[in-house]
Every structure is written in structure tokens, then in C-alpha cells.
């Protein structure tokens, strides 16, 4: 049990798209949706927390207006990178967390490699 | 603020050995979580073993288990029976009880078991 998807595992965008990543809890409801990224050979930098329904918390230095966060369904996040350019290709995790399923531990799911050409 | 340390980069270890990753954490939580993560190569994050900091007796999953010790704000990683399938970085987090439950992770510990 426990399962978290992500939507696509890999993709390639020119510059100045935008690109949307979907998270998928599919084995429970997720109240609360994480979003990290991670450089290469780093650790997880947490972008933003979503709970249901409500507005995104993003961390400081995240910028609201590029990293779009939408967590409309207790299945359901979306991390929209808009305008890409080269800086924003790295590797990015979501998790997914149910306070009463487990109040403390996150489910990953698999990432997504963007690349921005 | 809270932080976590992991200070070693990079560790081997023979297979069927035993090794221990260390990390130590700041903070003036008294109600807290800990948490040990791997990941391989796939980079799927997968949970390995938690520790809630008001039990004092130390988790264990089968190979695994953890040296708490909470007043050194010590929380070290013991895999025992090493094997190649343990190949991955490891990452130590941290989350208090309050607030907002996100995690603290630590720099990480890229562990290599050899043949």
C-alpha cells in the first residue's frame, strides 16, 4: 500500500514552455502533497507544500508565479513549471502524506527527469 | 530552525559486512520524528526505518536498525548482513511534530557495498 505515482517520468521542453508534472496518490488520500527538487548528487530541496483544496505554502526562494501548485483532489497534485528555461531542468519528487493513515511518514513517488532545451 | 548532518559523503563496505551511517540533528523540538531513506540508482525514495523521539527503546526492520540517542540529538543507521541490493545514498530527515510535518534531510551518505 502506500503507492504515489508521478506523471510523466521523463520530459524534454524547449525554452519558454511550460510543462506540467502530475502526483498521484493511488492507494489513499492524501491530505497534504510535497514537491521537492533535487540536483544531482544532492539532497531533496522541498519546494512547496500543498494541502487539499487550499492555496500552496512555498519555501523560501521557491517563486510562486514559475512553480504552479494545484492540489484540487485528495489523489490529485500538479506541479506546473512555467516558461522553462535550461536553469529549471533538474529532477522532481513529490510525496504525499495522510494524517490518518500515518501521521508522520511520506510516500514518494518515482520522479520526473525535466530537461529544459 | 532545524538542521541535520550527515557527515560522511561516501562509504563502502563488503557484502555480509556491517556499517553504520551517522547523523546527528539541532533542534529544541522536544517531539519529534526521525527518519532514514534510500535511494538507489532508480532514485525512488524508499522509507527504510523511523524512530519517534519519545520511545527511547531503538526501531528495527529485519537488517536495519537505528542507535537513538536523544540528548546527543544522534540518530545513526546500523545495516547489518550488508547486501548489494543496499547499494543507494542514504538520507536522514527530520520532522517535528507541529506545524506543517515537512521533512528536514540531511546532505545524504552515497554507500557502496562491494562484491
Known amino acids: 500500500g502506500a503507492v504515489v505515482s508521478q506523471h510523466p517520468s521523463r520530459v524534454i521542453c524547449k525554452s519558454g514552455t511550460s510543462v506540467k508534472i502530475e502526483c498521484r496518490s493511488l492507494?489513499?488520500?492524501?491530505?497534504?502533497m510535497f514537491w521537492y527538487r533535487q540536483f544531482p548528487k544532492q539532497s531533496l530541496m522541498l519546494m512547496a507544500t500543498s494541502n487539499e483544496g487550499s492555496k500552496a505554502t512555498y519555501e523560501q526562494g521557491v517563486e510562486k508565479d514559475k512553480f504552479l501548485i494545484n492540489h484540487a483532489s485528495l489523489t490529485l497534485s500538479t506541479l506546473t513549471v512555467t516558461s522553462a528555461h535550461p536553469e529549471d531542468s533538474s529532477f522532481y519528487i513529490c510525496?504525499?502524506?495522510?494524517?490518518?493513515?500515518?501521521?508522520?511518514?511520506?510516500?514518494f513517488g518515482p520522479g520526473t527527469r525535466l530537461t529544459v532545451l | 530552525a532545524q538542521t541535520v548532518t550527515q557527515s560522511q559523503p561516501e562509504m563502502s563496505v563488503q557484502e555480509a559486512e556491517t556499517v553504520t551511517l551517522s547523523c546527528t540533528y539541532d533542534t529544541s523540538e522536544n517531539n519529534y520524528y526521525l527518519f532514514w531513506y534510500k535511494q538507489p540508482p532508480s532514485r525512488q525514495m524508499i522509507l527504510v526505518i523511523r524512530q519517534e523521539a519519545y520511545k527511547q527503546q531503538n526501531a528495527t526492520e529485519n537488517r536495519f536498525s537505528v542507535n537513538f540517542q536523544k540528548a546527543a540529538k544522534s540518530f545513526s543507521l546500523k545495516i547489518s548482513d550488508s547486501q548489494l541490493g543496499d547499494t543507494a545514498m542514504y538520507f536522514c530527515?527530520?520532522?517535528?511534530?507541529?506545524?506543517?510535518?515537512?521533512?528536514?534531510f540531511g546532505t545524504g551518505t552515497r554507500l557502496k557495498v562491494l562484491a
Open positions: 510525496s504525499a502524506r495522510n494524517f490518518r493513515r500515518s501521521a508522520d511518514t511520506q510516500y
Open positions: 492507494d489513499f488520500q492524501a491530505t497534504t
Open positions: 530527515a527530520f520532522m517535528k511534530t507541529s506545524g506543517t510535518y515537512k521533512y528536514i
